[in-house]
Nanobody, 119 residues
Framework: QIQLTESGGGLVQPGESLTLSCAASAPTNKIVTMGWFRQAPGKEREVVAHITWNFGTSNSRGYGNSVKGRFTISGDNAKSTVYLQMNSLNTDDTGVYFC?????????WGQGTQVTVTS
């Protein structure tokens, strides 16, 4: 099982920014995909963003429709870490953000980090 360590959640006002990070306890040559889902109270879990690795190098990226143009996912190959830069946050972005990793061993999840956007 790969361990994931998330950080960066918090409380912000609409229009502000936050950056989440997720560090994996595995080298990037073991990683297929890393990304984020989020879940708001009373709503289904929603895809936020993902990034794939190819031969140890971060590669293609994908985003959920609700965050395109506002969120950016990036990878640090040396640290097996992904970052989620979230700009122009609004109240609909409130929720628990879960990092995940897909490897040859399957999918593992982080513990989740709370993001709250409120005025």
């Amino acid at each position: 099982q790969i361990q994931l360590t998330e950080s960066g959640g918090g409380l912000v006002q609409p229009g502000e920014s936050l950056t989440l990070s997720c560090a994996a306890s595995a080298p990037t040559n073991k990683i297929v995909t890393m990304g984020w889902f989020r879940q708001a109270p009373g709503k289904e879990r929603e895809v936020v963003a993902h990034i794939t690795w190819n031969f140890g190098t971060s590669n293609s990226r994908g985003y959920g429709n609700s965050v395109k143009g506002r969120f950016t996912i990036s990878g640090d190959n040396a640290k097996s870490t992904v970052y989620l830069q979230m700009n122009s946050l609004n109240t609909d972005d409130t929720g628990v953000y879960f990092c995940y990793i897909d490897s040859m061993s399957g999918r593992d999840w982080g513990q989740g980090t709370q993001v709250t956007v409120t005025s």
